[in-house]
């Protein structure tokens, strides 16, 4: 059963400071992980994705995975008002993406 | 570019209706996608194409239809609609499968009544 899961928050940080976003995945055979960016009433937008075979940066953003645990992460480094939205994780296997449930993020001025 | 361009934007449907959500991307792209996603929940599946003619099921199938007669086109069908399918519908696109960068129309709010 392939699954991705999320905590779905809120969570809620001060602007400037760090936002830690975690996902689980299930299927040891994933191959690729994707984190995506959904405003209230939007459609989901990519800010990130990595393989399985390292970790990415990319501005403010970092994507992490460990592979052993099964889990990746998204770090948002001096969070912006702007950055409120909830964070979709999704693992692709094969062409099947599977989305977690999101994590709302709330970034207080 | 338009990118994935999804209508309509909203619609109401009686149980029992039929009704066509259309998606159209300009971008080339070989692989689209339609999801559902209920509130407060990730995005589910329903039917994937890898290219024109080719189509498969996704998560949650049941209770829909599509075709690919052209790469541009990936219209969704709801057959005898029913409360459950209360939803947004989101068309993706992608072009490589190596990487399936996914990128989303606006969304399709429908509500069955």
């Known amino acids: 059963q392939k699954e991705v899961e999320q905590n779905s928050g809120p969570l809620s940080v001060p602007e400037g400071a760090i936002a830690s976003l975690n996902c689980t995945y299930s299927d040891r055979g994933s191959q690729s992980f994707f984190w995506y960016r959904q405003y209230s009433g939007k459609s989901p937008e990519l800010i990130m994705f990595?393989?399985?075979?390292g970790d990415k940066e990319d501005g403010r953003f970092t994507a992490q995975l460990n592979k052993a645990s099964q889990y990746v992460s998204l770090l948002i480094r001096d969070s912006q008002p702007s950055d409120s939205a909830t964070y979709l994780c999704a693992v692709d296997l094969n062409n099947d993406m599977r989305f977690g449930a999101g994590t709302r993020l709330t970034v207080k001025p | 570019n338009a990118g994935v361009t999804q209508t309509p934007k909203f619609r109401i449907l009686k149980i029992g209706q039929s009704m066509t959500l259309q998606c159209a991307q300009d971008m080339n792209h070989n692989y689209m996608y339609w999801y559902r996603q209920d509130p407060g929940m990730g995005l589910k599946l329903i039917y994937y194409s890898v290219g024109a003619g080719i189509t498969d099921k996704g998560e949650v199938p049941n209770g829909y239809n599509v075709s690919r007669s052209t790469t541009e086109d990936f219209p969704l069908r709801l057959e005898l609609a029913a409360p459950s399918q209360t939803s947004v519908y989101f068309c993706?696109?992608?072009?490589?499968?190596?990487?399936?960068?996914?990128?989303f129309g606006a969304g399709t709010r429908l509500s069955v009544l």
């Open positions: 993706a696109s992608s072009y490589r499968r190596t990487e399936n960068i996914q990128y």
């Open positions: 990595i393989y399985s075979n």
